[in-house]
């Protein structure tokens, strides 16, 4: 299976190019599986009454930021599944920011927030396991930009290295 460096520039947009830089030399399955131990490593142990707790003024709390991982992942992993299956359509990009200010956190268990990331990456797991070798190359517009399936899988396991390296270093 693909590996980060297998990855040619026309296959996602340089604003990702440091999500992918997070992965490394991984395959995607790897990344998938190993992204999500870490953040959920970090998750378990943190204290039902920090949840709120965020570092900076204007910053999402951490379980705000745990809402934005999960509604992020569920976003390109329907990205990946529209590219895959020959949809052409131009997807559109959208506000991580009016996501967060709608997505009301504040009476949610933290727990039941981690079993929906879990339960979540075991659903994009399943999806990329399902994916041929054609498919992970197969190309779609993400954003105005390129991109192909497999470069949607390293992003999403970038983008939860870059948030759970972000709630190990400023989150404390």
């Not at 965020?54 to 529209?82: C, M, N, V």
């Not at 009301?104 to 981690?114: C, E, K, P, T």
């Not at 990331?117 to 390129?146: N, Q, Y």
Request: proline share 3%; glycine share 6%.
């Amino acid at each position: 299976m693909s590996r980060t460096t297998d990855l040619r520039p026309d296959e996602f947009n340089a604003f990702y190019a440091g999500y992918v830089a997070h992965v490394g030399d991984l395959g995607i399955m790897t990344a998938l599986n190993e992204s999500a131990a870490q953040l959920t490593d970090y998750l378990i142990h943190v204290d039902e009454d920090r949840v709120s707790y965020a570092y900076a003024p204007g910053k999402w709390t951490i379980a705000q930021s745990l809402q934005h991982i999960i509604d992020t992942e569920r976003i390109f992993s329907t990205r990946a599944l529209r590219i895959a299956r020959g949809d052409q359509t131009p997807l559109p990009g959208y506000e991580q920011n009016d996501y967060a200010d709608i997505a009301d956190v504040s009476d949610r268990r933290f727990r039941d927030m981690i079993e929906e990331f879990r339960t979540v990456r075991s659903g994009t797991i399943a999806l990329f396991k399902s994916f041929t070798e054609p498919d992970l190359l197969r190309m779609g517009t993400v954003s105005g930009g390129s991109a192909s399936v497999r470069a949607l899988g390293f992003i999403i396991s970038g983008h939860v290295y870059h948030h759970a390296k972000l709630y190990t270093e400023k989150y404390k």
